[in-house]
Structures are given as structure tokens and as C-alpha cells.
């Protein structure tokens, strides 16, 4: 079989991104869900990709751009081109004008996927072996003149890197990052991914605290969504905002601080002076822990000020999980 197969016209971009791809979702994804599973939000998120990306395809690159069979808003224009382009099925120039080639020259030579030479070649060999250089683009003239078209063709590459893997990162959420609330489960808080996800970054938050509109509590964080949430809410667009208290959320803190000390502790790869450390940060936060137990058997008041100070002392004490210099003893 492989004597047949002309290696000297394969396109090997476009044939290993296939072959590739195919090759991962019959082995990566099996073994990711065996291993760790998947939730809600992971099957939300296909289907709302799905449908972006299938969309952008029918209604933009096909009917708007390709026929013009209708004028559409920039904003609709604006999100086929970005979904578009993570259907990664090349930029609107090159779809289109390859279509309207299919349609000028359909059944024929020049039709770029011609059903003469087969079902597998106008499926896909015609992209597998693909000879001719790109074309002009001469008819696509009217496109041409679209600036954001000649900006997404541009840069094609890049936007569908970036909105169909970059988006699609719940997974490097389980992966990367810190776990501040709870070490339950696999998700983790990480602010580069935050940036990059609109605020979606903070997963173990969102994990342990799934009901808060919140997933960066702090006000530092970045969480763009929280923010338009929350413009929205005051202009009246949206309304009952679940929000965590912040007791609880400090508490939760104080917790897997504790568990995490401990966990350390038992270590015995331990050196002495990191074991030392440790353990007096975590008497430290046990002293924290019987005082606000106390507190609040007795009822009394909770203050921001004695919340911060709380909180302050989770940080203290957990800092010493990451003193710089003190190496763990590897066991012999």
C-alpha cells in the first residue's frame, strides 16, 4: 500500500495536523478520562464550541462571506471570524475562495474537491494532496477589500491556536496552580491561566465554591467575567448575585492550611531545619484556629479587620511550605 501513496505531493502541514489530531482523540482523551473523569462544565464547553465553530462556518464563512446572501452586524462578523478560524478550516479569503472555485468549477478538474475523483478525495485528499500553490485570491476581490477579513487571514494561525486551545483549558486547570480552599479534587487556582481564560483560571475556587458569580474572590485577582457580572448587575441587566460569605471562605483557607502543614510534616524526606520551620508555622496556625473556635463559641462578633488578620495568618504560615534554600531529604 505504501509504494502507492505519492509522498512527494503530500501536503505534511496540513496531513500531520490530521493524521495528528485523530491520532490524540483516540488515545489522549481515552486515557485523560479514565484518569480524571469529566464534568459539567468540560460538556457545556464542547457543545458551546461545537456550536460556535460550526456556526461560524455555515452562517459566516459559507452564506455571509462566501455567497453574501445576507449583511451582517460587526459583532456577528467579528465572532465567525474568531470561531471560525478554531474550526481550523483555514481563513475566510482561502475558504471562500476555494468555494467559489467548487462552484464555478463544480464536477470538474478545477473544482478544488471535485466528487469525480472519489468520496476520500473530496472529503479530505484534496487537503492531504494538495500540489498547487496558493491561489490569488482573484475571486475574493470583494473580500479582500474587508479589513478585518485580511486581518484574520493575516493571522489565522494564531487566532485559532489561541480560541481553540486557549479557551478550551479547563483541563490545565487540574494541572497547573495552587490549591488554596481544598485539595479534594485535582482543580487549582493559577493567575497566568486566569488572564488567558477571562478569570476562569481560578478553578479550585470555583471547585470548592461552585455557586459564588465569583471565581477570583480576592481583589486583586483577575476575573474580567466577575467584573461584567457585576456592571451588569448595577445597570440592572442582572440581578441576585450569589456571593460566598467571606467567613466561610476563610475558614475553607484555614483548613487546607492545616492539611497541608500536616501533610508536609509526615513527610520523611523532611530535613531538620525545614521540619523545624513547619512545625512551628503550624502551631502558629493551630493557636489561630482554637482562638477563632473560641470567638465564635462564644459568639462574639466577626470583624473584616479580624478576618484579614485571619487570613494574614494562613499566609504567614503557609509560606513556610516554600522557604527558599531548605531542601527536602531525598529518602534513601
Known amino acids: 500500500m505504501f509504494p502507492q501513496i505519492p509522498f512527494h505531493r503530500v501536503n505534511w502541514l496540513v496531513s500531520s495536523f490530521l493524521i495528528g489530531t485523530l491520532f490524540l482523540s483516540i ?8 484518569f480524571f473523569g469529566i464534568d459539567r462544565f468540560q460538556i457545556v464547553l464542547f457543545f458551546a464550541m461545537l456550536a460556535a465553530c460550526g456556526f461560524s462556518i455555515t452562517l459566516g464563512y459559507h452564506r455571509l462571506f462566501s455567497h453574501l446572501t445576507f449583511q451582517a452586524h460587526w459583532i456577528v462578523r467579528f465572532f465567525t471570524v474568531i470561531f471560525g478560524a478554531a474550526a481550523f478550516e483555514n481563513s475566510v479569503l482561502l475558504w ?36 498547487k500553490p496558493l491561489p490569488c485570491f482573484d475571486n475574493v476581490a470583494d473580500l479582500k477589500k474587508d479589513p478585518l477579513l485580511v486581518w ?13 486551545f486557549v479557551l478550551c483549558i479547563n483541563s490545565l486547570c487540574h494541572y497547573i496552580g495552587a490549591q488554596p480552599y481544598s485539595s479534594k ?58 456571593r ?46 482554637h482562638w477563632w473556635n473560641q470567638r465564635k463559641a462564644e459568639q462574639l462578633e466577626v470583624t473584616r479587620e479580624m478576618l484579614a488578620s485571619l487570613r494574614n495568618n494562613i499566609r504567614v504560615a503557609t509560606s513556610a511550605l516554600r522557604i527558599p534554600g531548605l531542601r527536602q531529604r531525598q529518602p534513601s
Open 96 to 131: 471562500s475562495c476555494e468555494h467559489r472555485s467548487h462552484h464555478k468549477h463544480v464536477d470538474h478538474d478545477d473544482d478544488p474537491y471535485c466528487i469525480t475523483k472519489g468520496l476520500f478525495y473530496a472529503h479530505m485528499g484534496w487537503l492531504l494532496f494538495k500540489l
Open 152 to 164: 484574520q487571514d493575516r493571522y489565522i494561525h494564531l487566532i485559532a491556536v489561541l480560541v481553540a
Open 185 to 242: 479534587c485535582s482543580a487549582r487556582d493559577s493567575w497566568i491561566l486566569a488572564i488567558i481564560t477571562f478569570g476562569e483560571g481560578y478553578h479550585n475556587y470555583h471547585h470548592e465554591f461552585q455557586h459564588d458569580y465569583r471565581n477570583g474572590v480576592k481583589p486583586w485577582q483577575i476575573d474580567p467575567t466577575k467584573w461584567i457580572i457585576w456592571i451588569l448587575s448595577q445597570i440592572g441587566l442582572v440581578r441576585n448575585l450569589r
Open 27 to 34: 488515545t489522549a482523551v481515552p486515557v485523560y478520562l479514565w
Open 244 to 289: 460566598v460569605p467571606t467567613e466561610k471562605i476563610v475558614l475553607a483557607e484555614l483548613a487546607e492550611a492545616k492539611r497541608q502543614l500536616e501533610a508536609t510534616l509526615a513527610n520523611p524526606a523532611l530535613t531538620e531545619a525545614r521540619a523545624t520551620k513547619i512545625a512551628s508555622a503550624y502551631q502558629t496556625l493551630l493557636e489561630t484556629a
